[in-house]
């Protein structure tokens, strides 16, 4: 049970954020990194919190912009919390391409930071949206380009859905390449319109017990929890910790 620390952005203290998750059950946590940290000091002091707190923290969410000015950054944060996955979690709007020609060099970047990163001895990865399960013009989809032959994913179900994508057709096709999984829910329509549109995980309309079975099945070693815009961290994490169990244990039961 992982926990993506966007979701808590807006607790008061990086403690009360750790002894909480702790209290319900998950085993790790997820960083971000929307640019270089401007105090490397203070990394290695949130790093050693969450081991303090008896959590770890084997993924991390990196900009694509520190991989392409500064990989040896990614590899140096990293290492201080001991992750093995590094991942780039968005395109920003500007930046995204058109076309599938534009698409396929974009995902030619990131075949080449997942070389270059798999040489540091970490893997890296994907993380969709949206917008890349729309498809262009020519009928292909984004997500296509940007994973191309090599480049591991970190799917997101909910946004695929959101997309008007099939999040279980992209979890076969990508079996094998999936080293975690974001899971989110989405509320019914209408409904949670100040938090996107997004549920508490297991509270929503999506049929997580096949969906999960299926990212196990693909090669998920983490099931990363995940909120984009939560009114109350704190109820959105107690929450989903308790759909994660139910939802975990009915698949094994």
Not at 31 to 48: C, L, W
Not at 59 to 70: A, N, P, Q, S, V
Not at 142 to 150: F, K, M, N
């Amino acid at each position: 049970m992982s926990f993506q620390l966007f979701s808590s952005r807006e607790a008061e203290s990086f403690d009360e954020q750790l002894m909480l998750l702790k209290e319900l059950g998950y085993t790790d946590v997820q960083p971000f990194f929307f640019g270089p940290p401007e105090d490397m000091a203070e990394v290695a002091q949130a790093a050693q919190a969450i081991r303090d707190h008896g959590l770890t923290a084997k993924t991390g969410h990196f900009t694509l912009d520190i991989f392409d000015t500064d990989p040896d950054l990614v590899e140096r944060i990293a290492k201080l919390y001991g992750m093995w996955l590094v991942v780039v979690p968005y395109i920003n709007p500007e930046d995204r391409p058109t076309t599938s020609q534009g698409w396929r060099a974009l995902g030619e970047r990131l075949a080449a930071h997942t070389e270059d990163m798999k040489a540091r001895g970490l893997t890296f990865a994907y993380h969709n949206h949206e917008f890349e399960m729309v498809p262009l013009e020519d009928g292909s989809y984004p997500i296509e380009h940007l994973l191309g032959e090599s480049v591991p994913f970190e799917p997101d179900l909910a946004w695929m859905v959101v997309g008007g994508a099939d999040p279980m057709a992209w979890i076969k096709r990508y079996a094998g390449r999936i080293p975690a999984v974001h899971v989110k829910d989405i509320a019914p329509e209408g409904e949670a319109l100040d938090e996107k549109g997004f549920a508490d995980f297991g509270s929503g309309v999506m049929d997580w017990q096949p969906l999960w079975e299926a990212c196990v099945a693909a090669g998920s070693q983490l099931m990363i929890v995940e909120h984009d815009q939560p009114s109350d961290w704190r109820r959105f994490a107690t929450r989903s910790a308790h759909g994660l169990k139910r939802i975990a244990e009915g698949v094994h039961a």
